[in-house]
C-alpha cells in the first residue's frame, strides 16, 4: 500500500503510440484534476500543444513527450501536495503547477515548506518564489518588488508567522502606508483604529489565511503581531522583530528612509511594492526606486525583483499586466522618438 500515491496516476505509455499517454485518476482526486466542468482540461490545451481526451476517470494525452511529461509532473504534483493536506482540495492547484512546470529550469525548482498551520503549508510556486523564501531566512533587509499576485506579500507574512512560531523574532509587525488608492474617501467616522483599518485590511486577509482567526485575533490583542500605519513606525526602534512594509511605492523617500532606520537588533525588515502602481499625486514622490539604488550594495541587503512570470493568480492577471507594461512600453518608445 505504500505505493498507493504512485498508482493514482499510472502511465500506460507503453500500451499506446509513442505520441500518446493515458492517465487514470482516482475518483476521489477528479475534480481537482478535471476542474468543474472540465475547464482544467481546456486549460491544458489551451497552455501546451496537446489535445486531450476525457473518458471516464481517464485522460488520453497526444502530443511530444515533453508536454506530455510536463503535464504529468503538474498532475502529480497537485495529488501529492493534496495528499499531504486535504485542505487544498479548496484551491485550483494544478494551473499553478502546470505553470511552475512550464518556467525555466523547473527541475531545479524545490519546495520549501514554511509554515505549518491548520491552514496548510505554505511553498513556493515558481523558482524566483523559493529564491525569496530562502533570502526570507537570511537576509536582513529584503527589498521585493514586482506586479500584483506574485505573492511578495503573502509569503513575507508566511515567512514571519513561521519565524515567530520558531521563536526565533518575538513579534511581528505589518505596515503600510496610508493612501487613498485613486479614490476621495472623505471623512471616515470612528476612532483612528476604524480610521486606518481599510487601508490594512490587505494584511489581516493574508494573517488569516495563514493562522485560524482566533490565534491571530490572541497574538495581535496580546502584541506579538501588530498591524500598523506607516506613521506609526516613526521614533520608535523595532528590536527582535520581523518587520514587514507592504505597499512601499506609496511611501515617500524620508518615510522609507525613517522606517528602514527603526530596525534594532534581532530584527529582519522586508520592503514590498509594485513601482507601477502607486497612488501618490506624483509618480517621481515615490522613494521605492531610489531607495533600492542607494541601498542595494550594501551586506546583508537584497533585492528580489519578480516579473509576470512569477503571478500565482488566476491567469487573466498575467495577461492584464503584460497588456498594460506593453502599452507603457510604446508610449515611452513614442516619447523617446519624438524626443
Not at 486531450?52 to 476517470?57: A, C, L, P, S, T
Not at 504534483?77 to 512546470?101: A, G, V
Amino acid at each position: 500500500m505504500k505505493n498507493k500515491q504512485i498508482n493514482t496516476i499510472s502511465n500506460q505509455t507503453s500500451r499506446q503510440p509513442s505520441k500518446s499517454s493515458v492517465i487514470n485518476i482516482e475518483n476521489s482526486d477528479v475534480l481537482e484534476i478535471f476542474g468543474i466542468n472540465n475547464e482544467n482540461l481546456s486549460y491544458f490545451e489551451s497552455s501546451l500543444p496537446l489535445k486531450i481526451f476525457q473518458k471516464g476517470n481517464e485522460l488520453n494525452i497526444k502530443g511530444e513527450k515533453k508536454y506530455r511529461n510536463i503535464l504529468r509532473n503538474a498532475i502529480h504534483k497537485t495529488l501529492t501536495e493534496i495528499k499531504l493536506n486535504k485542505n487544498l482540495r479548496e484551491k485550483n492547484l494544478i494551473q499553478e503547477n502546470l505553470k511552475m512546470q512550464l518556467s525555466k529550469d523547473t527541475e531545479n525548482v524545490k519546495n520549501f515548506t514554511i509554515t505549518k498551520t491548520s491552514k496548510g503549508d505554505v511553498v513556493g510556486k515558481s523558482n524566483r518564489q523559493n529564491e525569496y523564501l530562502e533570502i526570507l531566512k537570511k537576509k536582513q533587509i529584503i527589498f521585493a518588488i514586482g506586479p500584483a499576485g506574485t505573492g511578495k506579500t503573502f509569503l513575507a507574512v508566511a515567512a514571519a508567522v513561521s519565524q515567530l512560531i520558531e521563536n526565533k523574532f518575538e513579534r511581528i509587525i505589518l505596515s503600510r502606508p496610508a493612501v487613498e488608492a485613486g479614490e476621495k474617501l472623505g471623512f471616515l467616522p470612528g476612532d483612528l483604529k476604524e480610521k486606518v483599518d481599510p487601508y490594512l485590511r490587505p494584511l489581516y486577509d493574508s494573517l488569516y489565511d495563514l493562522m485560524p482567526s482566533d490565534v491571530a485575533i490572541r497574538k495581535i490583542q496580546s502584541g506579538e503581531i501588530e498591524i500598523a500605519p506607516l506613521a506609526f513606525m516613526r521614533g520608535r526602534t523595532l528590536n527582535n522583530s520581523f518587520v514587514i512594509l507592504d505597499e512601499a511605492q506609496n511611501a515617500t523617500y524620508n518615510q522609507i528612509k525613517m522606517f528602514l532606520t527603526r530596525c534594532g537588533k534581532n530584527s529582519r525588515m522586508v520592503v514590498t511594492g509594485d513601482p507601477s502602481q502607486t497612488d501618490l499625486a506624483k509618480r517621481s514622490d515615490s522613494g521605492l526606486i531610489k531607495s533600492i539604488r542607494i541601498l542595494e550594495g550594501i551586506d546583508d541587503i537584497e533585492v528580489i525583483n519578480f516579473n509576470a512570470k512569477d503571478i500565482v493568480r488566476d491567469k487573466m492577471v498575467s495577461k492584464i499586466i503584460e497588456a498594460f507594461d506593453a502599452h507603457d512600453e510604446h508610449i515611452k518608445d513614442l516619447f523617446d522618438t519624438s524626443s
